[in-house]
């Protein structure tokens, strides 16, 4: 006898019935979410150098790997260059080749969210986890940077959620399968984004402590370490690494790494530390923001809030809980001392994807009550969230404020006549490694300075806020923006023109 299906399913239309059939089956529903991952990145991909940082990724990837030339800089992150490279060398994009990796350290950080907290991606749970990561306005615009802070993102999530499944067994005994994928993923973590060890120092300790196979686990531990360890010291030498390695860690505490050493207002790291979780990663609202990120917050905030009270009144998984909360403290305070987090929000990433579970927990409890009003306020919340996100996505594809700056220049290099720069050294490393035709000389150098004001004829530019440094008015004056919560680096820049 043959069975009609329900008209109801008959009707439904092909896009529907698509979406069923994904939900349905785990391949389906994580090749899917992988797809858009990887396809929305690529649709957004940007096609310029943003800013100093990003300019060493590029140059290493698409120039050549060289630590004592600073491409990238110490402490080199080859598992990051090796998993960029190994997308640019048949694409010939290293453009794209960002895209491609951070797309797939999007899906792996839902992975990971989604083993911490234990649920599938097939279920209300974890298809609210999946949405908060994939619309995070700052997950969004790390996918296309050209850094490696997603990707290590996506590690150390990943590292934590095997180890704190490790050490969670209520006999107090240790999981050794997931103790020992959790060391090697922590080793590759150190080669990958070294300051995220923070994150999972605490369980790996109590991991070797507790296990009855450390030695394995060390070795393990040992061998993911050395797989680009080795590598790196054969390229750069042993004493050439150990020099650069000096330099650039004691230069990071003590000069440009923007720690509390040499950012010390501490109401500035708090300030920065709040913006970049808030505004800048759930999309809030923040002065001089549009008014739809206030929807956007007042939606997280309410939603979140519900989220956090769910957790705490139904006590999920105490000992993991407790766990995620001392992790997140130590990275928390060595991220608010020892990082740059008044100028750099990427920063803030381990801690914000540790805390889109809290609003997607509330995003799920108010879909499952089935009324009208309950699913208005999630998909209203929703539409503000993901509108936030494509809105900056978009903006980061038109250049960044010194990206700007850098045409502005190289358009006027064409004309005759000599041409020099003076700016702080890291915008002139920024403008020297584009191949602008110039001299460049440092404000910072007293001879320098004496030089610019000695200048014949010619056309001098003067980046930065230094009108005063020639002791007379510019012959013209530029200044470009960018908003500031697409990259929070030097979101103004002017450039101060004098001709002789």
Known sequence: MNVSAPTSLRAAPAWRRLLRRCWHAPGRAWGALVVACVGSRLATTITYIEDPDSLRFALSVADEYDIAALQPHFPGYPVFWAAAELFYLPTGSFSASFSVV?????????????????????????????????FSPLVWLMGTRYMPDLLGTATALAALALLIRAVSRRNGAVDETA?????????????????????????????????????????????????????????????????????????????????????????????????????????????????????????????????????????????RVGWMAGCVLA????????????????????????????????????????????????????????????VLAVQHQSPTAIAQAKRFVEGQTERPGPTRVASVPLVNTYLRSQQVDARFLSIEDSSDVRR????????????????????????????????????????????????H
């Open 102 to 134: 951070g797309g797939l350290a999007t899906g792996g950080i839902v992975w990971a969210l989604l083993r911490l907290r234990g649920v599938a991606l097939r279920s209300v749970d974890g298809a609210a986890i999946a949405g908060v990561v994939f």
């Open 179 to 319: 103790a020992l994928g959790g060391i090697v993923l922590t080793g590759l973590l150190a080669g990958l984004r070294l300051s995220y060890l923070p994150l999972v120092i605490a369980p790996v300790l109590f991991v070797l402590w507790r296990s009855r196979r450390p030695v394995r686990l060390v070795g393990a531990g040992l061998t993911s370490v050395a797989v680009w360890l080795v590598p790196m010291i054969l390229d750069t030498g042993v004493w050439t690494l150990v020099d650069v390695a000096w330099g650039q860690t004691t230069g990071h505490f003590t000069d440009f790494g923007g720690t509390v050493q040499t950012e010390s207002d501490l109401g500035r790291r708090v300030a920065g530390t709040v913006q970049g979780l808030w505004a800048d990663g759930l999309g809030g609202w923040w002065p001089g923001r549009h008014g739809l990120t206030g929807v956007a917050g007042a939606g997280v905030l309410g939603l979140g809030g519900l989220g956090a009270w769910r957790l705490i009144r139904n006590r999920h998984s105490p000992r």
């Open 331 to 390: 990275y928390g305070v060595w991220m608010f001392f020892f990082q740059n987090v008044v100028h750099k929000s990427r920063h803030v990433l381990p801690l914000l994807a540790l805390l889109l579970p809290v609003l997607a927990e509330g995003v799920a409890a108010l879909w499952r009550c089935r009324r009208k009003w309950a699913r208005g306020v999630v998909l209203g919340t929703a539409g503000a969230y993901a509108a936030v996100a494509l």
């Open 452 to 499: 610019l004001r000695r200048a014949g004829t010619g056309r001098t530019f003067v980046i930065g806020t230094y009108a005063s440094l020639l002791e007379r008015s510019p012959t013209r004056t530029r200044t470009f923006y960018h908003n500031p919560h697409v990259n929070r680096m030097w979101p103004k820049v002017t450039v101060y023109v004098y001709t």
